[in-house]
């Protein structure tokens, strides 16, 4: 028997590709009452969507509803952490990037501070932070 979150994602998937779209949730919840904005809408897709591919699947929209042990968990939201200093979404964190969020939260370095930051997490001397130098900083 179906969970009503396995419902909810089959009641989304409209095409049965076993995946949701941005469009698809978004339909879904409109459908249903839900009455945030599209921003919030995007990010909760983005939350979901742990392997960053751009649709959901049934594993990680049920990982991202408690459903799938913790550890899965963490890793999608270490993967949307990632996403949130890659603002422009090229699977690489710049200078720039990291510039604009530590001004979000109210910090200033300068462009050395910044450069330093990123020299100490660049294994691969790219000039920029890739997704696995960026986990191996956070958890060591």
Known sequence: MATSYEQFFRDADKDNSG??????????LRKRGYKDGDSKIKSMFRACDSSGDNKVSLDEY?????????????????????????????????AKELDAVFKSMGKTFSEAELKRMIELSDKDKSGTIDYEEFVKKVFG
Do not use: S
């Open 62 to 94: 049920l990982k991202a509803m408690g459903q799938i042990p913790d550890k899965d968990h963490k890793a999608a939201a270490m993967r949307q952490c990632f996403r949130d200093f890659d603002v422009n979404g090229d699977g690489t964190i710049d």
């Open 19 to 28: 995946f949701l779209t941005l469009d698809e949730l978004t339909d879904i």
